[in-house]
C-alpha cells in the first residue's frame, strides 16, 4: 500500500517538475482575479464589468455563476487533457517503465496509482478554482449557493471518462500528442455530436443509421448533458435531462476505458 501511494505522490510530484500543475494554478488564479474585479455590490444593486444588472443580487448572481460553470467545463477539459496527457506514454519510456516494474506490485497496481494521481492533480486544479471563485462571490455579495460547489464532483465525475479514454490510449499508443488529440475529438466532439443526432430526427427514416449512431450516444459519455445538469441545478431551474442516465452511461465509458487499457497495460511486454 505504501508503494501504491507514493506512484501517486510521485505522479503528483512530476507534474509540480513539468511546470504543469504551476501553470495552470497561475492560470486559475488570473481566472480568480478577473472575476474579483468584474463582480460588485452596492445595497441591493449588483454590478457586472461596472454595468448595473437589473435582477435582484440573487437571481443576477445564479445566472453570472452558471455563466461561470459552462466557461469552466469548455476550458477546463481542455487544459485538463493537456495536463495528463503525457503521463501514461512516459511512464512507458525506457528506465522509468523498468523501475516501475521492478517493484513488487502488480501492473494493476502501477496502472491503477498512476490514473489516481492523474486524478488528483485535475481535483486540485478544478477545487482550487471552484472554491477559489465561489469565495469571492460570497465575499462580494454576502449570498453563498452550496450549488455552486457541486461543480466539482460532477465535473470529476465527466473527467474520470476523459481520464480512462486518455490512459489507454495512452498505453496503446505510447504518444502523447495523439492521447491529447484523441482524448479531445473522441469522449469531447463525438459526444456532442452523438446528442445532436439524438436529439433530432434527421436519421429517423433510416433505421440501421438510426440505431448505429443511437448505440453510440449510449457508449459515449455524457459530458454535454452532466454539463446542462450542472449548470440547472446552480440556476435553480428545472431540470431538462435525466442525471441518472447520464452518470450510469459517463460511469460506464469511464470503468469499460480504464479496464481496457489496464489489460493491455498487464499483458504488455516491456
Given at each position: 500500500?505504501?508503494?501504491?501511494?507514493?506512484?501517486?505522490?510521485?505522479?503528483?510530484?512530476?507534474?509540480?517538475?513539468?511546470k504543469t500543475i504551476l501553470t495552470i494554478?497561475?492560470?486559475?488564479?488570473?481566472?480568480?482575479?478577473?472575476?474579483?474585479?468584474?463582480?460588485?455590490?452596492?445595497?441591493?444593486?449588483?454590478?457586472?464589468?461596472?454595468?448595473?444588472?437589473?435582477?435582484?443580487?440573487?437571481?443576477?448572481?445564479?445566472?453570472?455563476?452558471?455563466?461561470?460553470?459552462?466557461?469552466?467545463?469548455?476550458?477546463?477539459?481542455?487544459?485538463?487533457?493537456?495536463?495528463?496527457?503525457?503521463?501514461?506514454?512516459?511512464?512507458?519510456?525506457?528506465?522509468?517503465?523498468?523501475?516501475?516494474?521492478?517493484?513488487?506490485?502488480?501492473?494493476?497496481?502501477?496502472?491503477?496509482?498512476?490514473?489516481?494521481?492523474?486524478?488528483?492533480?485535475?481535483?486540485?486544479?478544478?477545487?482550487?478554482?471552484?472554491?477559489?471563485?465561489w469565495a469571492i462571490f460570497w465575499l462580494?455579495?454576502?449570498?453563498?449557493?452550496?450549488?455552486?460547489?457541486?461543480?466539482?464532483?460532477?465535473?470529476?465525475?465527466?473527467?474520470?471518462?476523459?481520464?480512462?479514454?486518455?490512459?489507454?490510449?495512452?498505453?496503446?499508443?505510447?504518444?502523447?500528442?495523439?492521447?491529447?488529440?484523441?482524448?479531445?475529438?473522441?469522449?469531447?466532439?463525438?459526444?456532442?455530436?452523438?446528442?445532436?443526432?439524438?436529439?433530432?430526427?434527421?436519421?429517423?427514416?433510416y433505421s440501421f443509421w438510426h440505431n448505429?449512431?443511437?448505440?453510440?450516444?449510449?457508449?459515449?459519455?455524457?459530458?454535454?448533458?452532466?454539463?446542462?445538469?450542472?449548470?440547472?441545478?446552480?440556476?435553480?431551474?428545472?431540470?431538462?435531462?435525466?442525471?441518472?442516465?447520464?452518470?450510469?452511461?459517463?460511469?460506464?465509458?469511464?470503468?469499460?476505458?480504464?479496464?481496457?487499457?489496464?489489460?493491455?497495460?498487464?499483458?504488455?511486454?516491456?
Open positions: 500500500m505504501i508503494r501504491f501511494w507514493a506512484i501517486i505522490g510521485n505522479t503528483f510530484r512530476e507534474g509540480i517538475a513539468k494554478l497561475v492560470l486559475s488564479t488570473l481566472i480568480i482575479g478577473f472575476f474579483l474585479l468584474a463582480l460588485n455590490v452596492g445595497g441591493d444593486i449588483m454590478y457586472l464589468f461596472g454595468a448595473e444588472i437589473d435582477e435582484l443580487p440573487e437571481e443576477a448572481l445564479r445566472g453570472f455563476e452558471a455563466a461561470v460553470v459552462a466557461f469552466f467545463y469548455q476550458i477546463s477539459i481542455f487544459v485538463g487533457i493537456f495536463a495528463v496527457a503525457s503521463f501514461f506514454p512516459s511512464m512507458q519510456e525506457k528506465g522509468t517503465i523498468d523501475l516501475l516494474l521492478s517493484r513488487p506490485m502488480s501492473r494493476f497496481s502501477i496502472y491503477t496509482a498512476k490514473f489516481l494521481g492523474c486524478m488528483v492533480i485535475v481535483f486540485v486544479v478544478a477545487a482550487y478554482t471552484i472554491l477559489g471563485t462580494k455579495t454576502g449570498i453563498a449557493h452550496k450549488e455552486y460547489l457541486y461543480t466539482i464532483p460532477i465535473f470529476m465525475l465527466a473527467f474520470f471518462a476523459f481520464m480512462g479514454f486518455i490512459a489507454m490510449v495512452g498505453v496503446i499508443t505510447r504518444s502523447t500528442t495523439l492521447s491529447a488529440i484523441l482524448g479531445i475529438f473522441f469522449p469531447f466532439f463525438f459526444s456532442l455530436i452523438f446528442l445532436g443526432l439524438h436529439n433530432s430526427r434527421i436519421l429517423s427514416g448505429f449512431f443511437e448505440t453510440l450516444y449510449w457508449i459515449f459519455p455524457k459530458t454535454p448533458e452532466l454539463t446542462a445538469w450542472n449548470i440547472d441545478i446552480i440556476a435553480g431551474g428545472a431540470i431538462d435531462i435525466d442525471p441518472v442516465s447520464a452518470i450510469w452511461s459517463t460511469l460506464a465509458f469511464a470503468v469499460g476505458t480504464f479496464a481496457i487499457g489496464a489489460l493491455i497495460f498487464q499483458k504488455r511486454s516491456y
